[in-house]
């Protein structure tokens, strides 16, 4: 048997004497309650205990969406971030090739392609653009777009494809802002990194990204003339700043509005995202220097025709170098010496392999140049390790006049 019966059952009490009176006197009380209370309404809105809606008005309290889309409300955001991008952005241009086709009918100009520029000096009614050598490489005319959409045309004060920087001239008039060059000297990883340029074109001008500065030293090897010997190892900052094509030439922008970099390239590669990278400013500067001055930049000449010892077939190694097994890597003078040139009055020969300049290792040829580029002027002297017929000799060489090798 249950505890619960299968029908519910209710049970009626007896109604109460006086019950009907009772009932009748609570309701007079509630209704004299409420006229006292609307009489007494006004004064106490005046005296304000409470709050009256007016007619025609909604009160938000009951209905707390009702205001939510009253009235348009206006924020002004200010940040390191937009105070730097307002500073720089105006000295960032679109520079555009434009090179002479020849075709089956008629010689005809058409624009081959639009990168970047940052102006960082205005001066005797001139304006002086930094930009990527390969922004402009080919080109028949270069045209600059200002960032008020005019475009004026543009000269090449010089160039330098192993740098793979170049510097523009302009006329000033229409020139507004002219950016200010940092210290990539004190650099740290981790800080805010931004990147000002024209990716894909003109129709993105001066678009922005942000990101952080991922690495201080990187090198990327770069093979100028395509013969699969690396001719340059170009220091760059990596950055995963968006950085697309178009923006070659653009600015990288610390959070304090100064250009701490020159963006030049990023790395397409399926999977592979926030990998851009920009030449350092400082390395900039020294290069331009030149590039405004001479047209080119200044390189001291050994006079040798290089080649990595690596690229040697090992057979050689052993049977025509007589190298130790201890050595790995160097440079092998390819070709006979000139008997006038730095190396020839240095006593250096055809098959020689060097290891070392100045006590720094060599590894290859793109190392050999660059370190006589950024680091040795014309008449400099400079202390050369090489091996000839398996000894180890070193000799003092005096170098020549400015040449590319």
């Known amino acids: 048997?249950?505890?619960?019966?299968?029908?519910?059952?209710?049970?009626?009490?007896?109604?109460?004497?006086?019950?009907?009176?009772?009932?009748?006197?609570?309701?007079?009380?509630?209704?004299i309650g409420g006229m006292v209370v609307l009489l007494m309404l006004p004064t106490l809105s005046k005296s304000g205990y409470i709050s009256m809606v007016e007619p025609g008005k909604v009160n938000a309290m009951s209905n707390p969406a009702a205001n939510l889309f009253a009235q348009p409300v206006s924020v002004e955001v200010s940040s390191a971030t937009v105070d730097a991008v307002e500073k720089a952005e105006n000295a960032v241009v679109g520079v555009i090739n434009i090179r002479r086709v020849v075709n089956w009918f008629n010689?005809?100009?058409?624009?081959?392609?639009?990168g970047s520029g940052v102006i960082f000096e205005k001066k005797n009614g001139k304006a002086k653009i930094i930009t990527n050598h390969h922004v402009i490489a080919g080109g028949s005319?270069?045209?600059?777009?200002?960032?008020?959409?005019?475009?004026?045309?543009a000269k090449v004060l010089g160039a330098d494809p192993f740098t793979d920087l170049a510097v523009l001239e302009i006329d000033g008039a229409k020139v507004t802002k002219v950016a200010e060059l940092g210290d990539s000297?004190?650099?740290?990883?981790?800080?805010?990194?931004?990147?000002?340029?024209?990716?894909?074109?003109?129709?993105?001008?001066?678009?922005?990204?942000?990101?952080?500065?991922?690495s201080l030293n990187r090198s990327m090897p770069i093979d100028i003339d395509e013969n699969g010997q690396d001719d340059w190892e170009l220091d760059v900052l990596q950055t995963d700043a968006a950085i697309n094509?178009?923006?070659?030439?653009?600015?990288?922008?610390?959070?304090?509005?100064?250009?701490?970099?020159?963006?030049?390239?990023?790395?397409?590669?399926?999977?592979?995202?926030?990998?851009?990278?920009?030449?350092?400013?400082?390395?900039?500067?020294k290069i331009v220097t030149d590039l405004v001055q001479y047209g080119e930049l200044k390189r001291a000449q050994l006079g040798i025709t290089?080649?990595?010892?690596?690229?040697?077939?090992?057979?050689?190694?052993?049977?025509?170098?007589?190298?130790?097994?201890?050595?790995?890597?160097?440079?092998?003078?390819?070709?006979?010496?000139?008997?006038?040139?730095?190396?020839?009055?240095?006593?250096?020969?055809?098959y020689d392999v060097i290891v070392k300049l100045d006590g720094k290792d060599i590894n290859n040829s793109a190392q050999l140049?660059?370190?006589l580029t950024l680091n040795k002027k014309p008449g400099d002297k400079m202390e050369i390790t090489y091996y000839r017929d398996g000894f180890l000799k070193t000799t003092t060489a005096t170098l020549d006049?400015?040449?590319?090798q």
């Open 107 to 114: 010689e005809e100009q058409e624009q081959r392609g639009e």
């Open 245 to 285: 094509p178009g923006n070659s030439g653009g600015a990288l922008v610390n959070i304090r509005g100064q250009v701490i970099g020159i963006n030049t390239m990023k790395i397409s590669k399926t999977g592979v995202e926030g990998l851009g990278f920009a030449i350092p400013i400082n390395d900039v500067k």
């Open 369 to 371: 140049r660059k370190y």
């Open 306 to 350: 290089p080649y990595d010892l690596t690229r040697v077939p090992r057979y050689h190694w052993k049977e025509t170098l007589n190298l130790p097994n201890d050595v790995k890597a160097g440079v092998v003078i390819s070709s006979p010496v000139g008997k006038f040139s730095a190396a020839g009055k240095a006593g250096l020969q055809q």
């Open 1 to 31: 048997m249950g505890f619960y019966d299968d029908m519910a059952h209710v049970e009626r009490k007896k109604r109460q004497p006086g019950m009907g009176r009772l009932v009748m006197t609570s309701i007079t009380s509630a209704v």
């Open 185 to 214: 000297s004190t650099l740290r990883v981790g800080e805010p990194a931004i990147a000002i340029g024209n990716p894909l074109g003109l129709e993105f001008s001066r678009t922005v990204t942000q990101g952080i500065i991922s």
């Open 141 to 153: 005319r270069i045209q600059v777009a200002l960032p008020d959409g005019e475009t004026v045309e």
């Open 401 to 404: 006049n400015p040449s590319q």
